[in-house]
């Protein structure tokens, strides 16, 4: 079945990288996705990975995929107050109209 | 702006009443879906359409209808609102049947008391 998984709080110091982790359970995934959340908004992609890459670098972020232990991790570089937000992990797999599977979320404090 | 813009952003209802949240996108998107969110849980799916003229339903369908009144509109309709249908809604849509290019709009807020 589909079924994806985050821890659900992370706190760092500003300035220090950020690392949210993910993992999944469908074989068949397509895309990864990492959405930004911030308080009262919809939600933001920042970032999307096709199944058939292990890396991929935009600017702070990075973000790995092992395939084999079905994990995503998202790394945001030089953390700053404005990346405190809920970072979600999703997924979309052949067969499924591309519907967006959820993980619960990740929120991310950033203090000084 | 292009985008999914939905209405209303904030609503409150007594429990049996009913409502219709409207979505609409300007994209030309040919999928468009409807997530709940509710806390500690992500998102989920309530329906969604492939395209113009159909719909199918997601994990959580049950209490809700849907109408994919054209390209452009996909509306949900609570017949009778309850209590657990407290969450905040989330309209998106998608241009074809490739992986990424969701948009989402920015949510309704709804409390049945």
């Known amino acids: 079945g589909e079924d994806v998984e985050q821890s659900l709080f992370l706190s760092v110091r500003e300035g220090d990288s950020s690392v949210i982790n993910c993992t999944y359970t469908?074989?068949?995934?397509?895309?990864l996705y990492w959405y930004k959340q911030e308080p009262g908004a919809g939600l933001q992609l920042l970032t999307y990975i096709f199944s058939n890459m292990d890396m991929k670098q935009d600017q702070r972020l990075t973000v790995l995929l092992n395939k084999k232990d079905k994990h995503l991790s998202l790394r945001i570089a030089d953390t700053q107050t404005g990346d405190s937000a809920i970072y979600f992990c999703a997924e979309t797999f052949s067969g499924g109209y591309n519907k967006l599977i959820f993980g619960a979320g990740t929120r991310l404090a950033v203090h000084p | 702006n292009a985008g999914v813009t939905q209405t209303p952003k904030f609503q409150v209802l007594k429990t049996g009443q009913s409502m219709t949240l409207q979505c609409a996108q300007d994209m030309n998107h040919n999928s468009m879906y409807w997530y709940r969110q509710d806390p500690g849980m992500g998102l989920r799916l309530i329906y969604y359409s492939a395209s113009e003229g159909t719909t199918d339903k997601g994990e959580v369908p049950n209490g809700y209808n849907v109408s994919r009144l054209n390209k452009r509109e996909f509306s949900l309709r609570l017949e009778s609102a309850a209590p657990s249908q407290t969450s905040v809604y989330f309209c998106?849509?998608?241009?074809?049947?490739?992986?990424?290019?969701?948009?989402f709009g920015s949510g309704t807020r709804l409390t049945v008391v």
């Open positions: 998106a849509s998608k241009e074809g049947t490739g992986g990424y290019g969701y948009t």
């Open positions: 469908d074989s068949s995934s397509t895309y």
